[in-house]
C-alpha cells in the first residue's frame, strides 16, 4: 500500500489565519490526490480532488496544490466552521489509503 | 440527490460476523460504472478503506482484510453489504459507506469518495 504523510497532526490558529496542511505519498502518485474535512460525529467531506481541483459548493478560501508525492491543502482566511480534522488521500493504486488525520483547532 | 444510508449490527461479540447494509436513494447501485465503497474509523483513529464494489458486482478488497471481507449488491433493494467474519476488538470503528465518484481532467479519471453515509458505529466486545 501506498503510504500517506501529513504535517503537522495538529495545528492551532486564529480566525482570519492562512494554514497550510503537507500530505507526502510513499510514491509518485502524479496529481491523484484528494482532501477531505472531517467534523466530530460527522462523515468526511470531499473538499478537494486531483490535487488542485475544487469540489462543487467548497467555498474558494480551500486550495490543493502539489504533484508527484509532495501536497499541500491551503485555507486562505480561516472561518470558524473550518476548525475540523482534514484527510488527504491517495486514489492512485486500490484500496486508497489516507493520511492520518492534521487537527486544526481555534487558538 | 444521492444519499446513503447504513444500518446494521450495533454490538458484534468477538468471533462472530458483523454485517452492515448500507441502502442507496437517488441513483442505482447498479448504474453503468458506479464503484461503491466501505470506509471505517476506529474510535479517535484514522480512516481506513475496505474494500470496493462495482456497479457489476466485481469487488476489491483491502488486502489486510481479504480473508474475512465478502461486499454484494442488492439489486431490488437498491442497497450494497458488508460482511466481515471472526471480528475482533480491532474491528471496533465506525463504519461508513461511500460512493467512489469519478471525476476527469487533463490526466484521465481521478477517483474520490464525493458521497458518504452518516456512519453506523459498530462495537465488538462480549
Known amino acids: 500500500d501506498i503510504q500517506m504523510t501529513q504535517s503537522p497532526s495538529s495545528l492551532s490558529a486564529s480566525v482570519g489565519d492562512r494554514v497550510t496542511i503537507a500530505c507526502r505519498a510513499s510514491q509518485d502518485i502524479n496529481t491523484f490526490l484528494n482532501w477531505y474535512q472531517q467534523s466530530p460525529g460527522k462523515a468526511p467531506k470531499l473538499l478537494i480532488y486531483?490535487?488542485?481541483r475544487l469540489q462543487s459548493g467548497v467555498p474558494a478560501r480551500f486550495s490543493g496544490s502539489g504533484t508527484g508525492t509532495d501536497f499541500t491543502l491551503t485555507i486562505s482566511s480561516l472561518q470558524p466552521e473550518d476548525f475540523a480534522t482534514y484527510y488527504c488521500q491517495q486514489s492512485y493504486t486500490i484500496p486508497a489509503t489516507f493520511g492520518q488525520g492534521t487537527r486544526l483547532e481555534i487558538k | 440527490q444521492l444519499q446513503l444510508h447504513e444500518s446494521g449490527s450495533g454490538l458484534v461479540k468477538p468471533s462472530q460476523t458483523l454485517f452492515l447494509t448500507c441502502a442507496v436513494s437517488?441513483?442505482?447501485?447498479?448504474?453503468?460504472?458506479?464503484?461503491w465503497s466501505w470506509i471505517r474509523q476506529p474510535p479517535g483513529k484514522g480512516l481506513e478503506c475496505v474494500g470496493y464494489?462495482?456497479?457489476?458486482?466485481?469487488?476489491d478488497y483491502n488486502p489486510s482484510l481479504e480473508s474475512r471481507v465478502t461486499m454484494s449488491l442488492d439489486r431490488a433493494k437498491n442497497q450494497f453489504s458488508l460482511k466481515l467474519t471472526a471480528v475482533t476488538a480491532a474491528d471496533t470503528a465506525v463504519y461508513f459507506c461511500?460512493?467512489?465518484?469519478?471525476?476527469?481532467?487533463?490526466?484521465?479519471?481521478?477517483?474520490?469518495?464525493?458521497?458518504w453515509g452518516q456512519g453506523a458505529m459498530v462495537t465488538v466486545s462480549s
Open positions: 486531483s490535487a488542485s
Open positions: 437517488g441513483d442505482s447501485v447498479t448504474s453503468d460504472g458506479s464503484t
Open positions: 464494489i462495482y456497479h457489476s458486482g466485481n469487488t
Open positions: 461511500a460512493r467512489d465518484g469519478h471525476f476527469y481532467d487533463s490526466n484521465g479519471r481521478h477517483d474520490a469518495f464525493d458521497v
